[in-house]
Nanobody, 132 residues
Framework: EVQLVESGGGSVQAGGSLRLSCAAS????????MGWFRQGPGKQREGVAA??????????DFAKGRFTISQDNTENWQNTLYLQMNNLKPEDTAIYYC???????????????????????WGRGTQVTVSS
């Protein structure tokens, strides 16, 4: 059974940093991609960043230069996904979710990593609150 568990959310002041983690387990696939999404109050869920098994990444425009996605996939059956967020702004306040899709990568269509309908597996989310 695939499981995704996020952690690392919290409350920070504008300009601060947070590092989110997502522990993924329960699968063994040679190809996959994982992503971070967020949903702010009264807003639709939007893609933040994604990475595939080979390390190819893609970012939403608002995340470029401030957020960094990375992973520790040294084990075949588990992976930890990270999102380092720097220079946080009040508009970054949202619930942040990690997601996983198996069997394909980002090489032919990097933007698929930012589309929620490309993913099958989702975590429950972690709250990030940025105060001004």
């Amino acid at each position: 059974e695939v499981q995704l568990v996020e952690s690392g959310g919290g409350s920070v002041q504008a300009g601060g940093s947070l590092r989110l983690s997502c522990a993924a387990s329960g699968y063994v696939y040679s190809r996959y991609f994982m992503g971070w999404f967020r949903q702010g109050p009264g807003k639709q869920r939007e893609g933040v960043a994604a990475i595939d098994r080979d390390g190819k990444t893609t970012y939403a425009d608002f995340a470029k230069g401030r957020f960094t996605i990375s992973q520790d996939n040294t084990e075949n059956w588990q992976n930890t996904l990270y999102l380092q967020m720097n220079n946080l702004k009040p508009e970054d306040t949202a619930i942040y979710y990690c997601a996983l899709q198996l069997g394909r990568g980002l090489e032919t269509d990097p933007q698929r990593g930012l589309r929620s309908n490309e993913y099958v597996y989702w975590g429950r989310g972690t709250q990030v609150t940025v105060s001004s």
